[in-house]
Each structure stands twice: as C-alpha cells, then as structure tokens.
C-alpha cells in the first residue's frame, strides 16, 4: 500500500464510489434527517435536536449510524493506516500470522498428537477455524479498547458512541478478507473444490460479525466503567481459543458436554465454516449459536446505549 | 422576522463525585460479605449547571462568559449532545457543529491531507464537501508543502493553523465554539475572528465561550454570564461585561489575591501573586480622588531571574476598554531585574480620571520572554468626585474620563 493509494481513497475513491445512486439515496436520508441546508425552504426541512435527560431503553440507533456512516470508515481507515506505519511488511503481517500458527498447529496437533481433521488436509482444517477465529480474537481486543483509546474524542464531539467499537469490528474485517485470500489459497493447494453449500459462507460471516459485535459492544463499554476488562480480555481470548474447536473437531468434545460447549458461539461459526467448505452433515451447534448471538446482540446494544449516557462523564 | 433557534428551558447537569463511582468492585462485596454496611460518607454531589434558560435567534453571536468552574463548557456540552442534561430541555433548529477544542482525532503519524479527511468526518463534514473545500482549508492554514508530512512534524502554530482550518469551514447553521481562539500567535487569532464574524453575517448563529473580553465585545450581541452554574445575566454585551468585570475584581479593601485567578490564560503560569492599591501614604484602598496618586504594589514570583524585566498596569473603564497604560519600561530608567519572591512598587503621580469604577489589568513581560503572566481586568477601584474642579462644577461622564487641568485667557484680537 503506497502513499498515494491511500490518498486517493481518501479524496478521490469517495467521488468514485458517489455513482449518482448512491448519491441519491444519501441525499435522501440526508432530507430524511434533516440535514439538509442548502434546500430552498430550508428552514422547513431543517430538523431539530431535542436535548433532555435520556428516560427509558434505546435500541439500534440505525438511522443516526447511516448519517455518521462516512465516520465509521474514517475510523477504521485510521486504525488500518496506523498499524503499518513504519513497518517494513505492511499489510503482509495480516497473512503471516494465521499461516505461521497454522503451521505450528499442524506439527503440534496433526504430527505429534494425530488430531482428526473431518476429513480435510490438516492445514485447511485449522485454517478454516483460524480465519474466523483471529478475526474474532481481533475483534474483541480492539473494540474492547476502543471507547477508552478515543477518549478525547468521547469528550469533545457529538457522534453516536456505538461507531467506535463498530469501526474496530471493520478493521477487524479488513484483516479477515486478507486472511479469507489465504484460506482460499491453501484450498486451491490441496485442490479441494468447494460444495454448494460454500454459498452459505456470506451468511456464517454475517453471523461471526453479529457474534464479534455483541461481545465487542458489551466488552467495549464495560471497560469505560471498569478498566478490568482491560485485563481479562487477552486472557479471556486464550481461554476462549480452547473452548472452540480450531486445533481439533468438536466431535472430540463428550456428547455429555456437548449442549454447554455448543454454547459458545464461535463453535457453530467454526463448524459452519468448515462445513461450508467441505459439505458434509449440518451442524447442529449452529443453531444453538445463532441462537446466543442473537440473544447477545441484543442484550449488548441494550445494554450499550444504557451505559453509552454516561460515558462522556465516566471515561 | 427572527426565528428562534436555540432554546434552553430549566437546563441542569448534575455531578456525583468523590469516592462511590471510582470505588473498586471488590471492596463493596467485601463489606457485603463481612456484613458490614459500608458507612462510607456519601459522594459528594454538585450542580455543574442549574435553571438555566435562555433563547438565540437566528444570525445572533451570544457571548458565554463567567469565571472558571462556572458551567460554560458543560452547558456548551450539553447543547452539542457530548453529555445528556440532568434536567430541563434544549432545542435547536438546524445543523449543529461544535468546536470545543481545536484538532480533535488528529493523530500524529497521520499527515496533513489525512488529518484533514479524518478531522472532517469527525467534526461531521462529508467527504463530498470536504473534497470541495479542500484547497481553500489549505490555503486558511498556511501550510502549502507541508501537505504531505505527518502532522508530529509540524510546528504547533502550523498544526493550530490547520486544525482551525478544518473548522472554520463547517458549515453548520448553529456554531458552538469554546475558548478555542486562545491558541496562536495574534495574527492567526484575528483571522479567526475574522473567520467567526463572517459565519455570523451568512445568518449563521453562534455560541462563543471566551475569557477574551475583547473577542467577546467585537463579536457577540448579546452575552450570558454564569456563576456557579447558574444564570446570572443575559442580556446586551456592553451591560453584562461590566456586570462581570465588577464581579471578578471587586474587593473591599484594596488588597487583590491573584494566585489562582480564574481569568488567568491557560498558557499563562502564575507569577502575579498579588495586587495591592494604596494611597501615598502607604495606607491600601479602592477609592481615589481624581487629582490622587495611585501606588500599587505586585508582588510577584517569576520563576527564574528576569534580567529585563517589564511591568505593565492598564487602566480600563468598566466596560473593559483600556483608557491608559504604565509600564516600567516607559521610563528611562527601568526597573532592575526581578529575581525570586519580589515586591514591585509603581506610582502614578496623577490619575487624573474621572468619576466612576475603572479597572486594573497587570503584566509581567521579560525582554527575552516575552510574557510571563497577565492578568487583564482584575483589579476594581472608583474615582469619587470630591469638588475636582474646584468650583462647585460636577464631573459628567460626556466629558469623557480623562482629566486634564488647563488654563484659560482672553486674548486681545
């Protein structure tokens, strides 16, 4: 990534991507919001800000996240650009880091202990788990840091709260489409053709964004309040690796356990992906995943624009 | 006809403070467990702002003004939705963009081109708009080449430079800005207010926290003063800027504590401790004659020897425009350098002003400093007319303060 892409991303990519739909439907939300000044009869169109004591529950602020949109991607864009300033390798760190612990997986868990492997190359065994894996893991670590890093801007500007933690979960997603080219790699290698229920894999992803974001959310706002989660979280990661089935098949896990172990949300995802690729039986665990992450997506945004009130004050 | 735009209506923040909310988790459960009731004294609790009402018409620039603590920042956090009001309600019409602090989100490693895509979407601009802004953003801050450098680079008048930059041209139909104007050299803070007159001529309101009673009076129309929280006056410029005056310098016996004053410029560290008016005779006062000699004594304590040192008192009216200047180095001789905790003597002869309440504004300057400390407006003392003329003649304020004596003849043609 050299300079000047960048910069046309940032001056230039925007007009491009402005086709004249696009356009029109932000000009229509902006109408719709009220954001509008340069209308004629402005002073009609133009929305007012009630300013009170907040009372009662708030859900998704959807309408505020499309106007604020622009800022998430700002956001991200920053996080992106920060991290591989002065580095020699840049964006190759993405790839490097799931290759090499797959790698050490593979000696570990294929040469020393035999682990089963559903019937796939070791290699693309573990790297179908450890795509949506270290998003996840990367997820949680940035989102769950992200409120206290951009303190200042908590306490000097009006945006909703929620783009924050939203934008570390994108740059979290960044990373996967990085990492998702290598997988992809790694099947072509083996020569592993994907089934047609690969076309599901859009849906899993849908669903490993909700499960990163409902504990992203949570974990984000908690750590305004308690800097604890500071401490937990990497190791709350690690824990959390274990109890998913990366480096072995979850048929390994008791069929006793297995109703707490399904639980665990990254357990369906990671079955679904290595489903997705290789057919096969439907995994049940997916749906008692999609269950818990509906359930704490919705908790968590419940929860975030409860806490989200006093985080200007607190933080 | 004028329409309302914003409208404040019984605006209240409430702060607990103290121990309860820092109070670590254990410590409760603890004392839970041990069956203890925690018999803690309650956090201590304050109103940061309470009752607070108010209306701004449209194309208005109102003035925030009130000593430090006062509740200037929070109100203008509450009406740019940074913090939600413990009470009350606020509306505005229209567009709100706030600037509570000059530069917020740049970051370092980034250079000037991303700072600027990444401080626009922050402060609300779309990229389409900041697209078409952006080469006059980069002429308003004077940085040309440096474009491409990261901002860590940049001189901090270049980085103050371009983060107003990015502001000023927002185009939000409400403005709420905060003592951003402090920052700069003179030159850069004039433009600024240049910048913020001409929002306000495009029908535009503005909301403009200052300590800088001159921004205030060329800008604003009307002016808010809080204290404590609360609304004590609102209403034209001219009248409520002597209400304020008179409330930051009033003592009663001529002896002014300086150490923490609230108007006190960020940048500024304290080296005026205090100031003391006396007569002749050493004896301290706020009451002169208009023929009396003012002494007033600074103590100060700079914080390293100041070789050439030059004091400044300004003498303003109660609306706060400077009427006359002393300084040390107005005179020949100058004053010997200042070195430690010193007591810094200055007589001035004659007041010659007229009655009424005038205000004392000090300085402390090093030639190879520049300034050290000021304080502008601090000291209140009245001239009292005792018969000055010496003919029975009242003094009245038409013939404006200064006084002068003169000598009369008739001439033959």
Known sequence: ?315 | MATTVVSASGLGKHYQLGERRHRPLTKRSVARVLGRSSHEPPGSSFWALRDVSFEVQEGEVVGIIGRNGAGKSTLLKVLSRITHPTEGRAEIRGRVGSLLEVGTGFHPELTGRENIALNGAILGMRSSELQRKFDEIVEFAEIGPFIDTPVKRYSSGMYVRLAFAVAAHLEPEVLLVDEVLSVGDIAFQRKCLGKIEEVAHQQRTVLFVSHQIDSIQQLCQRVLLLRSGQTQAFGPTQDVIAAYLSDVATSADGDFDLWDHPTRAVHHTPVIRRLRLQTDDGSMTTRYAPYDAMVAEILVEPPHTLREPIIGIGIADHFGRRIFTVASFFEPEGLEPIKGLSRIRCRIPELRLGSGRYLVSVSVQDRYHGELDGLENVAEFEVIWQNSYGTGEPYRPVFGPILSRSRWERLDP
Not at chain 1, 31 to 41: P, T, V
Not at chain 1, 119 to 132: D, E, K, N
Request: aromatic share 14%; charged share 15%; no cysteine.
């Open chain 1, 1 to 315: 990534m050299d300079g000047s892409w960048q910069r046309r991303f940032v001056l230039e990519g925007t007009s491009e991507l402005n086709t004249s739909k696009m356009a029109k439907r932000a000009r229509a939300a902006e109408l719709r919001l009220g954001l509008d000044a340069s209308s004629a009869d402005a002073a009609d169109v133009r929305s007012t800000t009630v300013i009170e004591p907040p009372r009662g529950w708030d859900f998704f602020p959807l309408r505020e996240v499309w106007a604020y949109r622009e800022l998430m991607y700002f956001l991200a864009w920053r996080d992106v650009k920060l991290r591989y300033k002065q580095t020699a390798l840049g964006v190759v760190w993405v790839a490097l880091q799931p290759i090499a612990l797959a790698a050490m997986f593979t000696i570990v868990f294929s040469r020393f202990l035999s682990a089963p492997s559903a019937g796939l190359p070791y290699p693309a065994f573990v790297l179908a788990g450890l795509v949506p894996w270290q998003f996840f893991a990367a997820a949680l670590g940035r989102s769950s840091l992200s409120l206290v890093a951009n303190e200042h801007l908590l306490t000097k500007i009006y945006f909703p709260r929620i783009m924050i933690p939203l934008a570390s979960v994108l740059t979290a997603s960044i990373d996967m489409l990085f990492t998702l080219a290598v997988l992809g790699a790694v099947l072509i290698y083996y020569g592993i053709g994907l089934p047609t229920v690969a076309l599901f894999l859009p849906l899993l992803v849908a669903l490993l964004l909700g499960a990163a974001m409902g504990i992203g959310l949570l974990l984000s706002a908690l750590n305004v309040r308690y800097r604890d989660i500071q401490a937990i979280v990497p190791f709350l990661t690690q824990i959390w690796l274990f109890a998913t089935p990366i480096a072995y098949a979850a048929t390994l896990v008791p069929a006793d356990w297995r109703w707490l172990y399904d639980l665990n949300p990254m357990v369906g995802i990671v079955d679904g992906f290595r489903w997705a690729i290789t057919g096969g039986a439907f995994p049940s665990s997916l749906f008692s995943s999609a269950a818990v992450i509906t359930v704490l997506v919705i908790v968590s945004i419940v929860y975030f624009r409860r806490a989200e009130r006093q985080f200007a004050d607190v933080v």
